[in-house]
């Protein structure tokens, strides 16, 4: 996967200016501009595209030729009143001499890295696949969980938290919003509606782990299952999300961004970073990060190793190190 980084360097090193981004991961790559009008941006774009040292010139050089039938193109417009441009043409040259003329039609829903994007970036589509996903593992599990010739318990429990679990949060930090109160409001706001599908999936799972009737109450039945109710499950997976953005490398990327995130206060328009340090309290200046420390293969530790074989035999070890270096 290192390869990639190199050869994708030119083609990630495509955006010239503060309104064009080209990010891209392993062998997937996007282009992004910015601009008052979309008629703007889609100018940007074709520039970004064939301009000399741009994506069509980084295909020739590198022997990888864009296919242009799995190019998409999403709009990403202000308001409804914005005026949406026809489709993208783009003129792709070949190793021949000639010219390709491509039109590229703009999409309501496109999957980049797992995730789907919508022009609003409202992430419906992104949790109706997670609503989706869920009920197809927690069906499979109810399966596999029969009390005769079933998984065992802990075996149907391990299964959900390390299948089910991990597919359906994916990039939760993303398109998940975390349920909250603000003062003097009477709804809960966030992502309430995907919340409670899938709670009604996983009342079926803790289900099957515990044999608990119909007539149980889930948040019950997710307690004797030993097994965190969506709602905190999601906020556990947040609050990893914002400490692992605050303790970024000044190299990173998303170093700048996170702290600038801290020093503003904004009231309206939410970005996902927004929500994560909102909801986490975190300040990336407050946290410690510890580096890790290299060891030759040779390396011995300065202290001995027992490990006693039973309790009885350890307890008068535990008794005498206490006695000689006591711990206060």
Known sequence: MSHFSFYNAPLIETASSEHELSPGFVDDSMMLTIGDTLEECHVKLKDMMERPGGGFEWSLTHNSPFELSKTALMNFPRSYRDTIPGPLSLDRPNLDGSITTSL??????????????????CWTLQQTKAVTTVAYWSSRIWCLSKPASGVSTSGTKQLYNTVAVPRYTYRAEVWYTYLHKPEGANKTRGSVAVTNKLRLMQRKVAKAITGGLSSTAGDIMDVHAFILPVDLLFCKLLFRAALCLCSLPSTHPLHALVRSVTRQKIRQHFSPIHHLIRFAHLNPKEVEVISNVRRSPCYVPAFDLVIPPSKDVALPFAILTNTMAPVV
Do not use: E
């Open 104 to 121: 590229t039609h703009p999409v309501i829903s496109y999957k980049y890295l797992g995730v789907i994007f919508d022009p609003k970036l």
